[in-house]
């Protein structure tokens, strides 16, 4: 089956920076992908390449079985990381000039622009000015304008950034109504945390690089967090006696109990096993693997140490800021 996207050793430099690196990827038709990474990482660049708003400086890249992007523009949807709309039309005029330049029949763009408003409950915003909206609401609106025509690829670069949780809510029941009904769907994001609710598939990029594509239910069996939760059943039971227990590498109080930290090597069962015969558990289970540990892992390496882990965790939740070649 023809893939949704294909680049083959693509790569872009800004001057000395080298914002993408002999990137790889297949996206299958169908698929949702999460694109993710630290601020900087490349993935706003990677984004404007397959949608030739930039060229590669080497490499290959098919879109929809075409070569280029704008030679399958109109079955493509397109939320780019910069938000901008005509700040002076009104709502239906906006979205209906939107859905001209895609092609679309005029009554198809009213009646599906109508339906997807409500949708987020944006009924009334139809015949106002998109100036007189606020920010939560015009980023719902350039939602409803990037699938206005129904695409069969929506690529969208950060499209939670900067919003409130109900309208982050809105948009990932849209998002995931798009790909039920069949739209391929690569979207950016440096919060894992969306990528790891939403997608079938993650492509970890750091300083340009592609360090792991990988199916996202696969990733709890290859990247083992080797870390057990226990909440004691006696509030005042010696959690400390836990390191004495085979395969224990160290322990963490927390406010809940501690967590326990495996061995390599050591089989949870059997560990998780042991912990409950010497503290009794009101609660204990294995902690389930993050895409943010998995990076930190893939990045920093067993030479990482404990100040580049955190440094690399604070840049993860987006307080490094965005680069110039995002």
Known sequence: MEAALELQGVSKAFGQTRAIDNLNLRVPRGAMYGLIGPSGAGKTTAIRMIMSILFPDSGSLRVLGRS??????????????????????????????????????????????????????????????????????????????????????????????????????????????????????????????????????????????????????????????????????????????????????????????????LAAGTDPGTAIRSVAAVVAPARIELARVRLEDVFIRLVTGSAGTHESEQALRAHLQGLGGEGAAA
Do not use: W
């Not at 409500?118 to 100036?131: H, S, T, W």
């Not at 809105?170 to 790909?179: C, M, T, Y």
């Not at 057990?228 to 322990?251: F, H, N, T, Y």
């Open 68 to 261: 280029s992007a704008l030679e399958a523009k109109d079955r493509i949807g397109y939320l780019p990381e910069e938000r901008g709309v005509y700040r002076k039309m009104r709502v239906n005029a906006f979205l209906s000039y939107i859905g001209r330049l895609k092609g679309c029949a005029p009554a198809e763009v009213e009646s599906r622009a109508a339906s997807l408003l409500e949708r987020l409950g944006l009924a009334d915003a139809l015949k106002k000015k998109c100036e007189d909206l606020s920010k939560g609401m015009l980023h719902r609106v350039q939602l409803v304008a990037a699938i206005i025509n129904k695409p069969e690829l929506l690529i969208l670069d950060e499209p939670f950034s900067g919003l409130d949780p109900v309208s982050v809510r809105l948009l990932k029941e849209l998002i995931a109504e798009e790909h039920k009904r069949g739209t391929t769907i690569i979207f950016s994001t440096h919060v894992m945390a969306h990528a790891e609710e939403l997608c079938q598939q993650v492509v970890m990029i750091h300083k340009g690089r592609k360090v792991l594509d990988e199916p996202t239910a696969g990733l709890r069996r290859q990247y083992d967090p080797r870390t057990i939760r226990l909440e004691p059943l006696d509030a005042s039971a010696d959690l400390m006696a836990l390191k004495a227990v085979p395969g224990v590498e160290s322990l963490q109080l927390t406010s809940e109990g501690c967590e326990i930290r």
